[in-house]
């Protein structure tokens, strides 16, 4: 099965749908992370807990980054050693016309492409109507491509980061039941539409990489799920969180954050790239 899932993987730029965890499972992690939101109060878009590196501050996270369905379909993609570089929630509230432009993860990374893997897991059903993420079959082959910032109005890129020439007609949609994912390649072209339903879309997305891989901007860090890190590009986040905003968490997320959002940043300025702040108003947040 996951020589198949590789074959396709090589060949489309992305495999969907993978089973993760049955829907009732997944349904408990929704509903703690529904509880979270109620009570916090905040915009889940200008939540740096939600936005970056969720798994050092939520157990079901931190248990998602290492479940062994996903880390053994990311294995046949990328190898036996893997780290987590970051995590966020991405959630379009019902009737909302939140939306992605078309683009590439790798455009702001520059990170070794074929060493990065971007997996999107469904928290709840992701559909046509609830705008789930589309890719461009085959785009990962195309090369780095020309991105525009259009700071389109509900784009939920900050600056609306955008290629221009996509031709949707070949757009595929991702459909996943909830406990599915989908997994894609770093160079691969994905965008998703607004959410036309009455249903939130609530999903979980992991950027996953092996080792060797490299980044622009000075060194960050990463958590180590699977195999060895005999490369030290990363340093690597130990704690994990015993419950929901564990104070040791909230305090080794703090620290990766300072490095983190310095990252994004200075490595935009060394390579030309425009500052990359995902979210206007928020924390600085990683552009996908
Ligand atoms: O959740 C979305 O609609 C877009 C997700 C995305 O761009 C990504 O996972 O890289």
């Not at 609830?130 to 109005?153: Q, W």
């Not at 986040?237 to 419950?243: H, S």
Request: hydrophobic residues 40%.
């Amino acid at each position: 099965m996951h020589e198949e899932l590789k074959t396709r993987y090589d060949r489309d730029g992305y495999v969907c749908p993978v089973h993760v965890m049955p829907a009732d499972e997944m349904g408990s992690i929704r509903l703690g992370l529904e509880s979270y939101l109620a009570q916090s109060n905040r915009n889940p878009k200008e939540d740096t807990y939600l936005q970056f590196k969720v798994h050092m501050v939520f157990p079901w996270a931190d248990a998602l980054v290492r479940h062994p369905a996903v880390l053994d379909a990311v294995e046949t993609l990328i190898g036996p050693d893997i780290l987590v570089w970051n995590t966020a929630v991405l959630i379009k509230k019902p009737k909302n016309r939140d939306f992605v432009s078309w683009h590439q993860d790798v455009y702001y990374w520059g990170n070794h492409p074929d060493h990065v893997v971007g997996a999107w897991i469904a928290i709840a059903d992701s559909t046509p109507e609830n705008g789930c993420v589309r890719v461009i079959p085959g785009s990962h082959k195309a090369g780095i491509l020309p991105h525009a910032d259009t700071f389109g109005e509900n784009n939920m890129l900050s600056r609306g980061q955008e290629i221009a020439a996509v031709d949707d007609t070949k757009a595929v949609d991702m459909v996943l039941d909830a406990g599915e994912m989908s997994l894609h390649h770093t160079r691969t072209v994905h965008g998703s539409r607004p959410n036309r339903s009455g249903r939130s879309r609530p999903g979980f997305v992991i950027t996953y990489m092996c080792p060797a891989a490299t980044m622009i901007g000075p060194r960050t860090g990463a958590t180590l799920v699977r195999g060895v890190d005999t490369h030290d590009h990363f340093d690597l986040e130990t704690v994990r969180p015993a419950r929901d905003l564990d104070p040791a968490g909230l305090i080794a997320h703090d620290a990766a954050m300072r490095v983190f959002s310095q990252a994004i940043y200075e490595g935009a300025e060394k390579d030309g790239r425009l500052s990359p702040t995902r979210i206007a108003d928020g924390p600085p947040t990683v552009p996908r």
